[in-house]
C-alpha cells in the first residue's frame, strides 16, 4: 500500500483573531464547508528519555518522527483509541494509524500505559519495542472544527480551548498538572498536486502560516521552557 503525504500548514491566533478567520470562512466564494461536527480531542505523546523526538522537531530535521496516543470525546470515557506514528519529510507529513480496541484509561498509571495499549490491539507488536522504549510525556485536549472544500480536496481545522497536562513520576496519566493555551491552531491539509488550488482559496486569508507543534508547545509549558 503507498503512503501518502500531504501538505500541512498551520496558522496561530489569538481570540481577538479568530473572528477574521471566521469572517474570510463564512465570505469563501470557493465554498468550505463544515464536515463534521465539532468534538473533542485527547492525546499523550510519547518520546525517547532524552527527548529525541523534540529536539529533531525543533532543529527542523527534514526525516522526522513522533508518536501519540489519541481517542475522542469525554477524557475517561471507555473509547476506541488509535496509536499514530506521524511521519514528516520536509514540506509533507502522513501518518500511520492502528486502530485499538475501546478501553479507557481510568485509573491508568504511566508505566502500565504502554502494556494497555499493546494489549487493545492486534497489530502493534510492530511498535511494542517503540512504545517501551519511549515514555509518555504530555498529554492534551482541544476541541476541533472542521472544514472542507466541496470536492473533499482540502481541509480546513481549527483547534481551540487547548490544555496541556503534565504526565510525570508514576502518577495517573489523566491526571497532572493543568496549563491552559489561549491560542487557536488553524491547519490547512492537502496533496501536493492541488498547491494551485489552494492558493486560490486562501486568497484574503488574514493569517501568515508559521511552524507550530502542539507537542513541543505543551512540553515547553510543562517544563517550564519558551517555545512559541
Known sequence: MNTVFRHETKFVCRLDEIDHV??????????INEEYPDRYINNIYFDWFDLQDASDNLIGLGRREKMRLRWYGDVEAESPMRLERKIKRDRLGTKRIIDL??????????????ERIVAHGSETQPLALDLRLRNPVVRNRYLRQYYVTAAGRVRLTIDSQQTFYSVDHDDEVLRGNTITYPL????????????????????????????????????????EQPYF
Not at 480496541?101 to 502500565?112: E, G, Q
Not at 490547512?188 to 508559521?210: C, T, W
Open 184 to 223: 487557536y491552531v488553524v491547519e490547512l491539509k492537502y496533496d501536493e498536486a492541488d498547491l494551485g488550488l489552494v492558493r486560490s482559496i486562501m486568497n484574503g486569508f488574514p493569517l501568515r502560516p508559521v511552524r507550530h507543534s502542539k507537542y513541543l508547545a505543551g512540553l515547553a509549558r510543562v517544563i
Open 101 to 114: 480496541n475501546s478501553f479507557s484509561l481510568r485509573a491508568t498509571s504511566r508505566s502500565d500505559l504502554t
Open 22 to 31: 471566521y469572517s474570510w470562512l463564512h465570505g469563501n466564494h470557493r465554498g
